[in-house]
Each structure stands twice: as structure tokens, then as C-alpha cells.
């Protein structure tokens, strides 16, 4: 790795990028069956338009818990990727789980923010990422030391494939602006996890 790869970088030095875009990109590199949690909101909204796969999960109205659940997926399934994609607001009402992701050392996980600096969906609220609170920072004082803010969209994709191939667990953070999602994920939790089993290969 380069002295920039290496780089955890600063929420300030990051470019803002859209989430959409950023989901595409994501799913777009996901040809071996990975696991993809989707926080709720507009986290998984955005995920869900990027193209439904049965092996995503999408969250609806549990807040902060896409990373603890995308962990229990890992340990539950070490031969398989996972990823746990987590929105600002959500992560900071469960910054615990992120020493016991470092500490708990899976080495197929990973986790992606996605950082606006508001409460989005429930009208745009200042979260304290835009106060100064810094996700990677704060990540890397828990124990994540592959940790680190996508300098931009490039650089998303290099950090997203060196997870993929290699043992984390990862975090990557990325800024994204306050745009709308796609599309809004379809409204049935049984439907969902039924799915979600399926492609995992725990249910018929």
C-alpha cells in the first residue's frame, strides 16, 4: 500500500460525494455472494436501487443496527464477504459497536458510512459529524486501525476492492450530500428476511 492508502485522511479533506452513485458503485463490485446490510432509511433506499439481491438486507426502523447485525452475519458465515452499510446519524447512536467490532477482529467485515452531517430522513437535523465529531477518528480510537474517509469516488472503489480481497475488518467513510434517494426499498420485513435467508443458504 502507498503512504495514501494507508492514509486515514479527514472528514474535511474528503470529497462530497452522492450516495446513490456511491451505492451503484458498491454493488456493482459484488460478484462472490457478499452479505450487504443496508441501515435504514435512506442508507438501504439507496441500496435497494442499485439493484435488489437476495443476499442484501435491508433495515427498516431499527437505527444503529445494520453494523451490529452485519457483524452477527460474519461470525455466522466467516467463508462469506460481508458488508454493513451505516448512515452518521445511526452509527453514533451505536458507537459501541465499533469496539466491539475491532475487538472482536472478523476478519470478512466490513463497514461503509455514510456521512451527510444530518438526520436526513426525519428533516435534516445537524448530526455531530457536522460539529466536528470524526467517524474514522473515532473508529480507529476503538480499535479499527483499517480505518479511513474515501478521498473520492476512485478511491471508494480501491478501498471497496482491497476489502474484498483482503482481511479486515475494514471501515471506510465516505461524504455524500444531501440529495434523495432513488427509490425507496418495498415495506415487507417478511419478505425481506425471507430473502435474505434464501441467499444466504439458510432457508429453502
Keep these: 500500500m502507498s503512504a495514501t492508502e494507508l492514509s486515514p485522511g479527514t472528514r474535511d479533506s474528503a470529497k462530497v460525494m452522492n450516495r446513490t452513485d456511491l451505492s451503484k458503485r458498491l454493488v456493482a463490485r459484488l460478484h462472490g455472494g457478499e452479505a450487504v446490510i443496508g441501515g435504514i432509511g435512506n442508507t438501504n433506499f439507496d441500496l435497494w ?15 444503529g443496527l445494520a ?21 452518521d446519524g445511526s452509527i453514533l447512536m451505536q458507537l459501541g459497536c465499533l469496539g466491539t467490532i475491532a475487538a472482536q477482529g472478523q476478519k470478512n467485515l466490513t463497514i461503509v458510512i455514510m456521512d451527510n452531517g444530518s438526520y436526513q430522513i426525519t428533516g435534516g437535523q445537524a448530526t455531530l459529524t457536522a460539529r466536528g465529531t470524526d467517524i474514522v477518528a473515532v473508529a480507529r480510537g476503538a ?3 483499517k480505518s479511513a474517509w474515501a478521498a473520492d469516488e476512485k478511491d471508494f ?33 417478511a419478505r425481506i428476511r425471507d430473502r435474505f435467508m434464501q441467499g444466504l443458504g439458510v432457508k429453502s
Design 157 to 189: 472503489e480501491t478501498r471497496i476492492d482491497r476489502a474484498l480481497a483482503a482481511d479486515g475488518p475494514w471501515l471506510i467513510a465516505a461524504r455524500i450530500d444531501d440529495k434523495p434517494p432513488a427509490a425507496e426499498t418495498e415495506r415487507n420485513p
Design 143 to 145: 480499535g479499527l486501525e
Design 49 to 63: 436501487a442499485a439493484g435488489q439481491r437476495p443476499e442484501n438486507f435491508y433495515m427498516l426502523g431499527s437505527m
Design 67 to 87: 453494523c451490529p447485525i452485519a457483524l452477527g452475519v460474519a461470525l455466522a458465515q466467516p467463508q462469506r464477504r460481508v458488508i454493513g452499510i451505516e448512515g
